[in-house]
């Protein structure tokens, strides 16, 4: 059973950086493809980035193109979610999420497709 931890959020101002990490606490973690999804109050979970389980593929929502970057350490069985240019639209409640062996944008956008969750970390942007 994986089990997931994010860290890194946290209260940061509009134009700011943060790094969201997720530890995986599975030893096959190079098996699992990994996203990262948000959740804003009253809003429903939305796809913000996805690394494919082999780490040569990585997808992104339109929204966070060029601001976000996500990266993985099989090493060390964490994932990491760069973002730059925060902007207060990004404020959320920031999940990982695994998946065993997923590949395809199809499948890493899916919030139903991740078989592991964590337990979020907070984002809050100000402006």
């Known amino acids: 059973q994986v089990q997931l931890v994010e860290s890194g959020g946290g209260l940061v101002q509009a134009g700011g950086s943060l790094r969201l990490s997720c530890a995986a606490s599975?030893?096959?973690?190079?098996?699992?493809?990994m996203g990262w999804f948000r959740q804003a109050p009253g809003k429903e979970r939305e796809f913000v980035a996805a690394i494919s389980w082999r780490g040569a593929s990585t997808y992104y929502a339109d929204s966070v193109k060029g601001r976000f970057t996500i990266s993985r350490d099989n090493a060390e069985n964490t994932v990491y979610l760069q973002m730059n240019s925060l902007k207060p639209e990004d404020s959320a409640v920031y999940y990982c999420?695994?998946?065993?062996?997923?590949?395809?944008?199809?499948?890493?956008?899916?919030?139903?497709?991740?078989?592991?969750w964590g337990q979020g970390t907070q984002v809050t942007v100000s402006s």
């Open positions: 999420a695994a998946t065993y062996r997923g590949y395809s944008r199809e499948v890493l956008s899916t919030t139903n497709r991740y078989s592991h």
């Open positions: 599975e030893g096959t973690f190079s098996s699992y493809a």
